[in-house]
């Protein structure tokens, strides 16, 4: 690093920790479950894998949002990759979490909406639910995945893409 680049994260830094942060290239995800009013949803990218044995997944859903609620008592949820050219998806959900009036959506076995068409799937029931801050971080017990082949569609520096692969 460069002298000078150095700062301490907090009042006043929030944008400037923020766009460092973003410089983490993510995957994007639809998280999905029932609330109180019906199916509700999410657009993510706080997904991360935990263990294999146990199957275990997190997420962290921002206190902030107007959904938290819905996300934090949940006891089962799904959460959907997606592809390079679901990027509408993705929008769709970042914009209107209530709005599930799209093709191919189904019901999983435990009442959760299932987005169709995803990169990867991970259908959870709630482990646990820490603390995080202004998020708390849920983890899930995947109970069944599936996935098909493609790329992922990727957001980094406040920009959504595709990867590219490159030959070493």
Request: aromatic share 8%; hydrophobic share 45%; charged share 20%.
């Amino acid at each position: 690093m460069v002298d000078g680049d150095s700062f301490i994260p907090g009042p006043g830094t929030e944008r400037h920790y923020r766009a460092v942060l973003g410089l983490f290239a993510t995957g994007v995800t639809v998280v999905t479950t029932v609330g109180a009013k019906g199916p509700v949803g999410i657009t993510a990218n706080s997904f991360a894998s935990l263990s294999l044995d146990p199957p275990l997944v997190l997420w962290a859903p921002a206190r902030a949002s107007r959904r938290f609620a819905a996300f934090a008592s949940a006891t089962h949820y799904a959460i959907h990759v997606l592809g390079a050219e679901q990027f509408a998806l993705g929008r769709h959900f970042a914009r209107d979490g209530l709005d599930f009036d799209l093709p191919g959506v189904e019901r999983g076995a435990e009442g959760v909406p299932l987005l169709t068409d995803c990169l990867a799937r991970f259908e959870c029931r709630r482990r646990a639910v820490h603390d995080g801050g202004d998020h708390v971080i849920v983890v899930g017990e995947v109970l069944r995945a599936a996935s098909r082949e493609g790329a992922p569609l990727i957001f980094s520096a406040g920009h959504y893409g595709s990867f590219a692969t490159t030959k070493d």
